[in-house]
């Protein structure tokens, strides 16, 4: 069967991690377990972007944690928590955090499977929104500080005229900066130019 994604198992129970990696193996992931939340957190720096699915309560560093680092240092990946001994006030922590769902030991199979499905779409839809993203910010870092300034005023919907009476610019200038603009982010027209602006997290002038 077709490599369907990562999967990143965390628990220290080494009975579920291998019933695990069996079913989703079988399922058709790539499975990779860690005995402990501190050997997955170092491992973060270079494994490729996957599914998490982590046990909260682990001896040195538990699931939340986990969660945690997870947030700072790979956002992209969805968590999917796991836990023999489950609590609303922890199912609440978790999901205000932005983790998938929140299983109570033991699961079916079945539930786990779909939800393993619907964190890979979930991820597919981060990673491209990430590379479009840094994309984005790649284009504007070639602007001059000018040129990012009239870009930023553009942004509200002023036209040529309106941005350079802002900025105390003649209109030809605007439009020149606006030409620049255009060619350095490698766009036919400005609306484009707009789209990649944003996409990057680029500010309106307060």
């Known amino acids: 069967m077709a490599e369907r994604g990562n999967v990143y198992i965390v628990d220290d129970e080494t009975i579920i991690r291998r019933s695990l990696v069996l079913l989703l193996g079988e399922a058709g992931y790539e499975c990779r377990p860690f005995a402990s939340g501190s050997d997955f957190v170092e491992a973060l720096d270079y494994i490729a972007p996957g599914c998490v699915l982590l046990d909260i309560h682990m001896p040195s560093l538990d699931g939340f944690s986990v969660q945690d680092a997870l947030l700072r240092l790979r956002p992209e990946m969805p968590v999917i928590f796991m836990t023999a001994a489950g609590s609303i006030s922890a199912a609440v922590r978790v999901i205000k955090k932005g983790a998938v769902d929140y299983l109570e030991k033991p699961f079916s199979d079945e539930h786990l499977l779909e939800l393993v499905e619907n964190a ?53 200038t605007v439009e020149m900066h606006r030409a620049n603009i255009m060619r350095k982010m490698e766009v036919r027209n400005f609306a484009t130019a707009v789209q990649i602006a944003v996409e990057a997290g680029l500010s309106t002038p307060s």
Request: hydrophobic share 40%; no cysteine; glycine share 8%.
């Open 120 to 172: 890979q779409l979930q991820l597919a839809d981060m990673v491209q929104a990430a590379g479009r993203n840094s994309d984005a910010k790649r284009r504007i870092g070639r602007l001059t500080p000018r040129e990012t300034e009239v870009l930023r005023t553009l942004l509200v919907g002023g036209d040529n005229k309106s941005v350079a009476r802002t900025l105390d610019l003649s209109a030809r």
